[in-house]
């Protein structure tokens, strides 16, 4: 059982290059998010999907575009890379909008923009 | 906005001892969920426990339990009878009526044979 894969899971940018940020789960699970995870900031929340065809904006999503492709894939894209966005990218899951939903987390991707 | 504060960065203890580690977070909300989550080196997220706002009594699994007191807005996880193995950062996480799930800074916890 996969649970929430994310690729890839290590990535170099230069600054201006785009990029995404794939992930995918095999839980039949309504709801997905994106969370970015910096020193001493913990985990900030760029954007989720409370079910397949709806997108909304978390703490941090200036400079990230999202697609909830079907209800398996939500990607993450970086139009022009910054320094700033230099940071491990998680993606999580859970079963519906329910807020007693324990989230399921893939294991994170490494992003490097020089 | 809900927000969730973790005012201690680092904390160690001795194996076999116990710790607590404090978490704050502010809400007009009346319902809503807390978690602590586990992240050891491997960075794979672990949920430990959670705890529903109705329930007045303190959530536990196995050593690990929470002192949850909703008028101060405070949820500490205390981990007694520490192992080698709980060394890992350690998140508190807020949930409410939006469906966000909203993370503290975290506690890097340290535990020393």
Same mark, same amino acid.
Do not use: E, T, V
């Given at each position: 059982n996969a649970g929430v894969t994310q690729t890839p899971k290590f990535q170099v940018l230069k600054t201006g290059q785009s990029m995404t940020l794939q992930c995918a789960q095999d839980? %039949?699970?309504?709801s997905m998010y994106w969370y970015r995870q910096d020193p001493g900031m913990g985990l900030r929340l760029i954007y989720y999907s409370a079910s397949e065809g709806t997108t909304d904006k978390g703490e941090v999503p200036n400079g990230y575009n999202v697609s909830r492709? %079907?209800?398996?894939e939500f990607s993450l894209r970086l139009e022009s890379a910054a320094p700033s966005q230099t940071s491990v990218y998680f993606c999580a899951s859970r079963p *519906?909008? *329910?807020?007693s939903g324990e989230l399921f987390f893939g294991e994170g991707s490494r992003l490097t923009v020089l | 906005a809900q927000t969730v504060t973790q005012s201690q960065p680092e904390m160690s203890v001795q194996e076999a001892e116990t710790v607590t580690l404090s978490c704050t977070y502010d809400t007009s909300e009346s319902d809503y969920y807390l978690f602590w989550y586990k992240q050891p080196p491997s960075r794979q997220m672990i949920l430990v426990i959670r705890q529903e706002a109705y329930k007045q009594q303190n959530a536990t699994e196995n050593r690990f339990s929470v002192n949850f007191q909703k008028a101060a807005k405070s949820f500490s996880l205390k981990i007694s +009878?520490?192992?080698?193995? +709980?060394?890992a950062m350690y998140f508190c996480a807020y949930t409410g009526n939006t469906g966000k799930l909203i993370f503290g800074q975290g506690t890097t916890l340290q535990v020393k044979p």
């Open positions: 839980m %039949n699970h309504n492709l %079907n209800k398996r *519906s909008w *329910s807020i | +009878d520490s192992q080698l193995g +709980d060394a």
